[in-house]
């Protein structure tokens, strides 16, 4: 499917723009409600990914410590009336790997799953609804949001327009 209607190259220039950015997709995602929504987080080590989710799960209630799953792999929250999971796959040696995660179980209703580096799971995990992409660009970073099936256009269009 052709991407539909990306916001490109939102520009940041520090950790509390990525954090604002997050905060801003969480409230797209409070707006518009999804049953279900798969976000792939793309973007180099340090790109900014985890504090993107951590701004996400600011935005949808979370107070407490936001850590990085690369060593536990999935992190689950309850929030806003979702069943998050936040996974880094960074670590999995091989992509069936993924299928260990129970990642499975967040394919229920009021469920949100975000992934980073979904690459190295390939195949092996739902595609995903959105995704975000983060690319460093001097001292900043640079955002890109995709909706990646009809269904999530929306998303990307209030998102944008925040």
Not at 28 to 49: C, E, M, N, W, Y
Not at 93 to 121: C, I, M, N, Y
Not at 134 to 145: A, N, P, Q, T
Request: aromatic residues 4%; negative net charge.
């Amino acid at each position: 499917m052709p991407e539909s209607g990306p916001v490109k190259g939102l520009a940041l220039g520090c950790e509390a723009d990525t954090i604002d950015a997050g905060r801003k997709l969480a409230q797209a995602v409070t707006s518009d409600r999804p049953d279900r929504l798969i976000i792939h987080l793309a973007g180099d080590l340090g790109a900014g990914k985890t504090t993107f989710v951590r701004g996400v799960l600011r935005g949808l209630g979370h107070a407490g410590r936001v850590p990085s799953p690369s060593y536990t792999l999935v992190e689950p929250y309850e929030l806003s009336g979702y069943s998050i999971c936040h996974v880094d796959l960074y670590r999995l040696a091989d992509g069936k790997e993924a299928q260990f995660l129970g990642l499975e179980d967040t394919s229920a209703e009021h469920s949100l799953l975000l992934v980073e580096w979904p690459e190295r799971a390939a195949g092996c995990i739902e595609p995903p609804d959105l995704r975000v992409v983060l690319e460093i660009d001097g001292s900043g970073r640079r955002l890109s949001v995709h909706a990646e099936n009809p269904n999530s256009a929306g998303l990307v269009e209030a998102f944008g327009a925040l």
